[in-house]
């Protein structure tokens, strides 16, 4: 595997699921970021970790709840989603920080029913 | 918040021709980067701009740093039906954390064979 994968490429889940989303990166980064990515709006950011360390968070409700076990690996935990979180969910890396060259995933394609 | 106007939203062209589009922002970025989005896929890193004033170019591709930091364009020449896709501009503003970035909301290009 190259770059940066996630899993899975689509999910579709209930109001009352849990599931998780996952992102590895193969580039060697040091910090790892989920955005959502809505129709017709521009990407938002969501959590940015550095080091495995959490240094973001972008008023995300909490009924996502982001993992980072190691620099390599990202986790979105989901819970009692709401239709509207529906959306593209992407994962990206990149170097550290100061580098703002950030490298995407494939996303997952979220569906919440 | 800082915002990036995107402009054209969309571009219908003939094989061929040219394309220009660009970001525009009343505040000033320290960084520009331009993404392309395929369907189904994540944003992939075109081209990274540091400098106000910096011409750089990638094949077909040139994008250019405005002189005043809050602009910036990105030409795509002779165009192919694999330039098909939506293009991102982002931007770092220097208010904002080193890994924060600003994305325009896109400009669809769709090519006529």
């Known amino acids: 595997e190259t770059g940066v994968t996630q899993t899975p490429r689509h999910l579709v889940m209930g109001m009352t699921n849990k599931k998780s989303l996952k992102c590895e990166q193969h580039?060697?980064?040091?910090?790892m970021y989920w955005y959502k990515q809505s129709a017709k709006k521009p990407l938002e950011l969501m959590f940015v970790y550095n080091f495995k360390e959490q240094t973001e968070n972008n008023s995300v409700p909490s009924r996502f709840s982001p993992e980072c076990p190691n620099s390599s690996h990202l986790f979105l935990h989901l819970h009692t989603l709401q239709p509207e979180d529906s959306a593209l969910y992407l994962c990206?890396?990149?170097?550290?920080?100061?580098?703002?060259?950030?490298?995407f995933g494939p996303g997952t394609r979220l569906t919440v029913t | 918040g800082q915002q990036l106007n995107q402009s054209p939203q969309s571009m219908f062209i003939q094989e061929g021709e040219d394309v220009s589009m660009n970001c525009t922002s009343s505040?000033?970025?320290?960084?520009w980067l331009w993404y392309k989005q395929d369907p189904g896929e994540g944003p992939v890193l075109l081209i990274a701009?540091?400098?106000?004033?910096e011409l750089t170019s990638n094949g077909r591709l040139t994008a250019q740093f405005g002189i005043t930091r809050k602009d910036s364009f990105l030409n795509i020449s002779a165009s192919i039906p694999s330039d098909v896709g939506i293009y991102f501009c982002?931007?770092?503003?220097?208010?904002?954390?080193?890994?924060?970035?600003?994305f325009g909301q896109g400009t669809r290009l769709t090519i006529n064979p």
């Open positions: 701009l540091y400098k106000a004033g």
């Open positions: 990206a890396s990149s170097q550290g920080w100061g580098d703002y060259e950030q490298y």
């Open positions: 982002a931007g770092q503003p220097p208010s904002r954390g080193a890994q924060k970035l600003v």
């Open positions: 505040s000033i970025f320290n960084t």
């Open positions: 580039l060697g980064h040091n910090a």
